[in-house]
């Protein structure tokens, strides 16, 4: 008898989370980092705020033009530039003493380095499995949640021993000695090792489009919307999380678990909707997702007490992390394998928007109003129209006759 070996899109998928852990780990931390910047520099929130709107727009252009990139030479290169220039812009954004500065070091740097990790990484992970397709993306989209648990609580530990400063000195040292080691061992697709995808390969009737085809289709703006208006609704209060927990009373270490336990129990979300996506369906198990997501955010505005904060900080993590990877399943069932870097990054770049200017909002919202109440009502708001969209989601088809005939005569 021949001992089973493990099936090598497996180890994609693991070193896919590990990257996206300590890189959207690291973009997170700037909601812990904002209240001492805002006490050290005397910035205000909504100043420190509009970074995050930046880093998100920097992220999200960076996902389309890495997601393109990877498509042409492949994921592994994408992932350990990203790596080298997150590291290079943490250490920086420790240095600085104005906000430009930190503009450009944290907001753009950092962002772009992130943009080479989520969507190029998902869309891999999408060419390596045809069977347990939705349970292999969630686990790379769990990276989030972990490095939020994670990276969250390290980054306000290191603060609080020594400053903010140094901890993000020894965060950017950190990206550095995980994420390029780790980026080295990712493939590509199965072919690249001679192998097939598990479960077999694509079907052959499979539409093969390309990127006007991508963009000329009302599915993918309707993806793109829907995927806005859910990181709309939740990055405020994503980012916010741990402000408003400490001008709520609660100590502001616990406070920062607070934002770790949510990054813990997206994990169990974004695994436990893959599962889902896998029997029920990427569009049902994102209405669902998404309507939950709403009622989540509403509860907020009669949340007291570190007790309440925790227990929202489950049912708001399971909902907001169930609902992310499933974007990205749906792109790959309307528009393929080939073009998949290039679509999901489109679709991300668009999502990035909804998350930069939700934690913009929050800032401006706290700013002007001295509470965070009209962030919540907004952000439910916008989140049941999410739903509402994806609703409007048509069966994707394995073949697009209107497209066949436009490429056909072109």
Known sequence: ???????????????????????????????????????????????????????????????????????RIGTRIVAVSGGLLLGLGMVLSSQVSS???????????????????????SATATKWFTRNRGLAVSIVSAGIGLGTF?????????TSTFDWRLAMLLIGDLAWLVVIPVALVIKNAPGDLGIAALGGTSRPDEREFDARDVLSSP????????????????????????????????????????????????????????????????????????????????????TRGVGGFYALALGFGVAYGGVMPLYALLIRQYFGEKIMGTAYGGVFLVSTLGMGLGSFAGGVISDQLGSYTWLFISSFAIGTAAALVALSFRPPRAVAPVLEVAAASR
């Open 1 to 71: 008898m021949t001992k089973a070996r493990l099936f090598y899109g497996w180890v994609v998928v693991g070193a896919s989370a590990l990257i996206i852990c300590i890189g959207m780990g690291i973009l997170f931390s700037l909601g812990v980092f904002l209240t001492p910047i805002e006490e050290s520099l005397g910035w205000s929130r909504s100043a420190i705020s509009s970074v995050a709107l930046i880093n998100w727009v920097a992220m999200g252009l960076g996902s389309f033009l890495w997601g393109s990139l990877s498509d």
């Open 99 to 121: 906000l430009w500065q930190f503009s450009v070091t944290f907001g753009v740097m950092v962002g772009f380095a992130v943009g080479a990790f989520y969507a190029p990484l």
């Open 150 to 158: 994670v990276i969250a609580p390290l980054a306000r530990w290191l």
């Open 219 to 302: 599915q993918f703006w309707l993806i793109a919307l829907a995927h806005f208006a859910c990181c709309a609704a939740h990055s405020g209060p994503i980012f916010h999380m741990v402000t408003h927990a400490i001008d709520q009373g609660v100590p502001q270490m616990v406070a920062a678990s607070v934002l770790g336990v949510s990054g813990l129990a997206s994990i169990a979300g974004r695994i436990g909707c893959g599962v889902l996506a896998d029997i029920f369906g990427a569009k049902r198990t994102l209405v669902a997702g998404l309507a939950v997501q709403a009622v989540m955010v509403a509860l907020y505005l009669g």
